[in-house]
């Protein structure tokens, strides 16, 4: 696995609100980005040996499922207001649905990534390999058609995250060939269960300090974590953690 890790054009010695940020300049910031060779990389400790090298207190933010109407926008807001970049894992059919919201996210420099076409509640572990694959290539035709205006070619961002984590050795190897990097997390919010905002900054907070750091997994189709999201960047800031941008080795801009 080759994993390079760049500094953010103009960042000083690095830390927390070391990035630029237009009118803010108590601002989180990102503090670097972290390019990765993506064939052969399995990363995020819930579902794999191992994760991306980051040092103590450098978290990668991910959201799962959108973009979905009014949150996604929300969490794009939070996130502009703070000059935090994230990877976005794009359902399809919800990008084939809302590509406005997918360019913004792409044009505001974050990263789009790939998580099916349906999310199927069988989860794609257990529909035949076929109907997986079938699963995974529309969902990333859908995503590069509504960011790019075109779904011809290598993705550009080729990194994927299975929908409920549920991988098996032959989609594993099938993305493997193709030159996917595939993430799990190394923790998360939980915000699959419904709780307020509050609960939900309480229990994040709690699950960061104990790894110290890695990649989290948010949903931004959540109306109590887009509502969180400002609250918890300005807690990584008071706690000095750095937010890492994760893109893919030679990604156009």
């Given at each position: 696995m080759l994993v390079l890790l760049l500094p953010l054009a103009g960042l000083g010695a690095g830390g927390a609100g070391a990035a630029p940020c237009p009118g803010r300049p108590d601002a989180l910031g990102t503090s670097r980005v972290l390019e990765v060779e993506p064939?052969?990389?399995?990363?995020?400790?819930?579902?794999?040996?191992?994760?991306?090298?980051?040092?103590?207190?450098?978290?990668?933010?991910?959201?799962?499922?959108?973009?979905?109407?009014?949150?996604?926008?929300?969490?794009?807001?939070?996130?502009?207001?703070e000059c935090v970049h994230a990877t976005f894992f794009l359902?399809?059919?919800?990008?084939?649905?809302?590509?406005?919201?997918?360019?913004?996210?792409?044009?505001?420099?974050?990263?789009?990534?790939?998580?099916?076409m349906t999310h199927p509640s069988a989860t794609?572990?257990?529909?035949?390999?076929?109907?997986?694959?079938?699963e995974i290539e529309r969902g990333i035709a859908a995503d590069e058609t509504a960011a790019y205006g075109g779904s011809g070619g290598t993705p550009r961002t080729p990194f994927f995250r299975f929908p409920g984590f549920a991988s098996t050795p032959k989609l594993l190897d099938y993305?493997?060939?193709?030159?996917?990097?595939?993430?799990?997390?190394?923790?998360?919010?939980?915000?699959?269960?419904?709780?307020?905002?509050?609960?939900?900054l309480d229990l994040v907070l709690k699950r960061l300090e104990a790894a110290g750091g890695g990649i989290v997994l948010f949903h931004d189709t959540k109306s109590y974590t887009a509502a969180m999201i400002p609250a918890f960047l300005r807690a990584l800031s008071d706690r000095g953690f750095k937010v890492v941008h994760m893109v893919p080795k030679g990604a156009q801009p």
């Open positions: 064939k052969g990389v399995r990363v995020g400790t819930k579902s794999f040996p191992q994760t991306l090298p980051l040092a103590p207190g450098e978290v990668v933010l991910t959201f799962d499922d959108g973009p979905w109407p009014r949150t996604t926008a929300a969490v794009l807001d939070a996130l502009k207001a359902i399809g059919e919800n990008a084939r649905a809302r590509p406005e919201l997918v360019r913004r996210a792409l044009a505001e420099g974050h990263t789009i990534a790939h998580h099916s794609l572990a257990k529909l035949p390999f076929e109907d997986a694959v079938k993305l493997d060939a193709k030159g996917f990097a595939v993430f799990g997390a190394d923790f998360w919010a939980s915000d699959w269960n419904v709780m307020t905002p509050e609960a939900e």
